[in-house]
């Protein structure tokens, strides 16, 4: 399976050409359209600070499609301490950033695919060389998205996760 495999949904019977293997939270959880002309607001394609007491980065969290060698990745946001943003910011320009320690954080993306929130789940956001995303390590718990992580979905779940996000009202949690 590659991703230029399109799929038949389970929603709408359609066939959608492609299989879609990303998503992206455009922003995190605790954003209001009303922060963006605040001046202690910000919200980038990468970073976020809400009423200068919150701080976020946006990471992927990478989860391998069993029996093929693609990986299905969810863009989310993860809260990180004042500390540890303002760490992050200080290496984000530079070369060698991904030496640098994980950062503690807890997600802050909701992703309705997924019986249980998604909120608040512990992390380790890992920076990589400059022009790529963090890597997001959820902590390993028996949280569905966790297991997911660590075992792999099946392209059939891939399947499922697009009918899902392309019909929210018809996929919802799952």
């Known amino acids: 399976m590659t991703s230029d495999h399109g799929f038949t949904c389970s929603c709408c019977g359609a066939r959608h050409g492609g299989l879609p293997l990303h998503y992206t939270a455009e922003a ?3 954003w209001n359209a009303a922060f963006a002309e605040a001046d202690d607001c910000l919200l980038s394609s990468d970073q976020c600070v809400v009423k200068d007491r919150h701080y976020f980065v946006k990471g992927l969290i990478e ?8 990986m299905f990745s969810w863009a989310v946001w993860v809260s990180l301490s004042r500390e540890n943003f ?3 910011v200080d290496v984000w320009e530079t070369p060698g950033r991904e030496s640098e320690p994980p950062y503690f954080g807890w997600l802050n993306t909701e992703l ?4 249980s929130t ?3 789940l512990k992390t380790n956001l890992h920076t990589r060389p400059l022009g790529e995303r963090p890597f997001v390590e959820l902590e390993p718990t028996g949280h569905p998205l966790a297991v997911e992580q660590r075992t792999g979905i099946t392209p059939d779940r891939v399947c ?3 009918a899902a996000v392309l019909h929210p009202a018809g996929g919802g949690r799952g």
């Open 28 to 30: 995190p959880a605790v």
């Open 112 to 115: 309705p695919v997924y019986s």
């Open 160 to 162: 499922e996760i697009a």
């Open 86 to 88: 303002a760490r992050a």
């Open 118 to 120: 998604t909120l608040n």
């Open 63 to 70: 989860i391998p499609v069993i029996g093929t060698d693609e």
